[in-house]
């Protein structure tokens, strides 16, 4: 264990010494929150207009989770370890005394820790400025924050899968895009699911995408409760494990892609 809090020690010192990187990044997701909420505004005025079953109200609490849930796991895991097989250092990590996936998903528990402040602070602006949103019920409420901490797992998981493709790929640029405009969508972070056509709305719903961001904002503003939040709460967790285990077997595949040095 020690070998593994020592990477989410180093991974939180890195973004604090790359602060300036650290911050833009996070900054772009609360210009996308600042810009949405704009957006929604207008088209949901004070909150006597309802567009899918969303008022203005409801609306500003499904972004502000959309933003946390944006904001969570973006301390560059995926880059560094892109370079990391590219240029062949993964080598290095692969004779250390620890299991690969979990010291990344460490790094990215390291990181955690300053982004939920910041998410913190953005949050607790907007609520001095448009006051606080409604919360749901104390079951609810439990189930929101169940569904928030396996979030960072899921979307853990999701970013390291795609960042495999590395050991099959000399360019991570493309399947960054290709990852985020995927997650973006089908996640519900752009848009809420309800506003997608009925059987894509259903496919998204019951992708592992949707525990990035639609799972706890449908818990958080009401529109899943009950058992309906429980089964989804348990579709998360179950695409978690699924992903964890679909991860190791396909890291096992990645390894005979590597060379380093002709080898």
């Known amino acids: 264990m020690r070998a593994y809090t020592a990477h989410a020690r180093a ?57 946390a849930s944006g904001a969570l796991v973006g301390t560059f895991v995926d880059f560094r370890m892109s370079h990391r097989i590219q240029s062949g250092l993964v080598a290095l990590d692969l004779v250390k005394p620890v299991d690969y996936q979990r010291a990344r998903l460490w790094e990215v528990v390291g990181g955690v820790w300053i982004e939920i402040a910041v998410v913190a602070l953005v949050t607790g ?22 569904s928030m901490v396996l979030l960072v797992p899921l979307k853990f998981i999701v970013v390291y899968v795609s960042t495999l493709a590395c050991f099959w790929t000399q360019n991570f640029v493309g ?45 958080f503003v009401g529109q899943a409760s009950g058992r309906h939040a429980l089964l989804l709460v348990a579709v998360q967790l179950g695409w978690l494990l699924l992903l964890w285990y679909a991860a190791r077997a396909l890291f096992g595949r990645a390894l005979r892609q590597l060379t380093v040095h002709g080898g």
């Open 175 to 219: 399947v960054l895009w290709a990852r985020q405009a995927i997650t973006g969508l089908l996640s519900g972070a752009l848009v809420p699911l309800a506003y997608f056509p009925g059987w894509l709305a259903t496919a998204a719903q019951w992708s592992p995408f949707a525990g990035l961001t639609s799972t706890p904002a449908l818990i």
């Open 11 to 67: 991974a939180a010192l890195s973004a604090l010494a790359y602060r300036g990187n650290f911050l833009l990044s996070l900054g772009g997701v609360a210009f996308q929150l600042v810009a949405l909420l704009a957006v929604w505004k207008v088209l949901l005025g004070d909150g006597a207009a309802q567009v899918g079953g969303y008022d203005w109200p409801h609306m500003r609490s499904y972004l502000l989770v959309a933003f």
């Open 125 to 146: 602006v907007s609520i001095v400025v448009s006051g606080p949103p409604d919360l749901p019920p104390g079951p609810e409420l439990a189930l929101f924050a169940v």
